[in-house]
């Protein structure tokens, strides 16, 4: 079977199906590859597109926009994409399969708050949909726009702009930094902790001295407490082996007592003399010269214990007392002899550790220096990228303001550092620095010539803060590899010839990537190729039909509302036919 050919070079948003979302009961989202407006009345649940695409890219689940009286809310969307897209390889790592081309990713949320995600016909975990978003889609809309006003996002946009040449260098400084945080919290744990470990290391080198005092041996406390026994019962084990002798050999001072050797060798010459007259008497009689043999051993063995065995109450006393030192061991250092040598190893080698912290902390400073260096190399190396950058992104957005009539407005970057003595280096100065460097980066607007530059948030007015977040999406989106892109109702604050040029510019953007843009400007909607009409019905719900794709005289009379409030005004149609004529004329 021959491969699916790609419909689109890069990865395309055709349609989500969104039921039982908000105001939304069932509705379908068809979606141009190039520039699509929704647009339709405040309140019609417009702002549901964006929501549902925030689902499908693995968002929050919020129970509380399951539509009231159903059981959950469903998004399924379909991504039409090339089967070597990256997002395609991952989903494929899932176990997902493409569906003709395309992509089926869906999104349950329940009104109890439980929320399932699918990819490709396979059950996977929400984290992969965010994880597929990062190559699919990028939402820009009111809150990324006040989230831009913070300096600590401006800095990330402006390394993300800035590509290879931050995120290099960026790379190693976060690495060195994390090395030199746990560096530091080593040294300050060793040097608080100092009291605590000498202390520690003071109790070991007292056990180890009184342990080497001793020097005890591998179970000598088990020799010494059988030699113990012996000594202390000598008289007794001697007289019983004295007996046992006489008993077997004979006792000298009684020549006429019988013993057992006597009896047995009686008895041997006994079967002796007649044990060619019957064969088992012969070996009767080999058998009792045997036990002649053994008793004969045993009582030379016996004789040699009594004779051996030593009483002298100076041995049993340095045994007690060897004993004695043992035991002072035993009873703080193990249970045994064994175990005590084993405590005196494992004590030996933490204090060669306790007592090599002098020579840890001079390690450690020595790497800490290193690193506090280091950092102040690629922390300068990370400024100077940036200030690079902040250049380029500073007149590309400028360029862009003059496309969306502020032809005098001028956009730079501040990029700043704090003093701080106990700071890296960066250009001859300590200045403070933290986990992304040493800067902090700040937006500035002159609106004018002559104006001083000033925060975006305090600079600008509300129309010309919304073209400047949308220049700047446009310049982002320049070098930001996501086909698609969301903007909703970033055109806010703007109208009249701004918001033509608004129109025009994304409508340029189109051109190279999927744009869907939730507006309520006239201006603006004229430019797309795609306008969708989000509309409610008489019980305040939207249903299929509520959402249709406007063509011809459906288009004009939308734009006509848009313009003048109602779609039957005479002037309002003429205005819009001539807005349309202006957008196809431009394209």
């Known amino acids: 079977m021959a491969p699916v050919k790609p419909r689109y070079r890069r990865p395309v948003l055709e349609e989500m199906r969104i039921r039982s979302l908000g105001v939304i009961d069932d509705a379908v989202v068809e979606l141009s590859p190039g520039f699509t407006a929704v647009t339709g009345e405040t309140g019609a649940g417009k702002t549901m597109v964006v929501t549902s695409l925030g689902l499908l890219l693995g968002g929050r689940a919020d129970p509380a926009l399951v539509r009231i009286g159903a059981k959950a809310a469903v998004v399924e969307g379909r991504i039409v994409m090339r089967p070597d897209a990256p997002a395609a390889l991952r989903a494929e790592e899932a176990g997902a399969e493409l569906d003709d081309g395309a992509l089926l990713i869906s999104r349950t949320v329940s009104a109890e708050g439980r929320s399932r995600a699918h990819v490709g016909g396979r059950s996977v975990p929400v984290g992969l949909l965010a994880e597929l978003a990062d190559d699919l889609v990028a939402v820009h809309g009111q809150t990324d726009q006040q989230g831009l006003l913070r300096p600590a996002r401006q800095r990330q946009a402006l390394d993300r702009y800035a590509g290879d040449a931050v995120a290099v260098p960026l790379e190693k ?170 405590w005196a190893e494992r004590g030996s080698a933490r204090l060669l550790e306790l007592d090599g912290d002098d020579e840890r902390i001079t390690e450690l400073t020595a790497e800490r220096d290193g690193l506090r260096a280091e950092l102040s190399h690629l922390a300068q190396a990370l400024t100077d990228a940036r200030g690079e950058a902040a250049t380029r992104f500073a007149e590309a957005v400028t360029e862009e303001l003059a496309s969306l009539a502020m032809p005098h407005a001028r956009v730079t970057i501040d990029i700043r550092q704090a003093d701080d003595p106990e700071g890296v280096e960066v250009h001859g100065r300590p200045v403070a620095y933290g986990p992304s460097g040493a800067d902090e980066v700040e937006l500035l607007l002159a609106p004018h010539p002559g104006a001083q530059p000033r925060p975006i948030a305090k600079g600008a007015s509300g129309g010309e803060l919304s073209r400047v977040m949308l220049a700047v999406e446009v310049v982002f989106a320049g070098s930001d590899p996501v086909p698609t892109y969301l903007f909703d109702e970033v055109d806010a604050g703007v109208g009249g010839k701004a918001a033509v040029e608004v129109g025009r510019r994304l409508a340029k953007l189109a051109k190279s990537a999927q744009v869907v843009v939730v507006t309520h400007l006239p201006q603006v909607a004229a430019f797309a190729d795609r306008q969708l009409l989000v509309e409610k019905t008489n019980d305040g719900s939207v249903t299929r039909s509520g959402v249709t794709v406007l063509e011809g005289e459906a288009r004009i009379r939308e734009l006509s509302r848009m313009l003048a409030g109602h779609e039957d005004s005479a002037s309002a149609r003429a205005h819009a036919e001539e807005l349309l004529a202006a957008a196809r004329a431009d394209a």
């Not at 009594?306 to 002298?312: I, P, Y």
């Not at 043992?326 to 005590?340: A, F, H, I, W």
């Open 173 to 342: 400084y976060a690495s060195a930094y994390r090395r030199l945080r746990a560096v530091a919290a080593e040294l300050e744990e060793i040097t608080t902790r100092a009291r605590e470990r000498a202390q520690e290391a003071d109790l070991l080198r007292f056990g180890l001295e009184e342990i080497a005092a001793v020097q005890p041996v591998a179970g000598e406390d088990t020799e010494l407490a059988a030699e113990a026994e012996r000594l202390g019962h000598a008289e007794s084990l001697a007289s019983a082996a004295q007996i046992a002798h006489a008993a077997l050999a004979g006792n000298p001072e009684d020549p006429e007592g019988v013993d057992a050797n006597t009896l047995v060798a009686g008895a041997h010459r006994a079967l002796e003399s007649v044990r060619s007259h019957d064969p088992a008497l012969g070996a009767l009689a080999e058998r009792i010269g045997e036990l002649g043999i053994l008793l004969a051993d045993v009582a030379g063995e016996l004789a040699g214990y009594a004779d051996d065995l030593d009483a002298d109450p100076l041995r049993l006393a340095a045994v007690e007392e060897r004993r004695a030192a043992l035991t002072q061991l035993t009873r703080k250092y193990g249970d045994s002899v064994d175990s005590v040598l084993e």
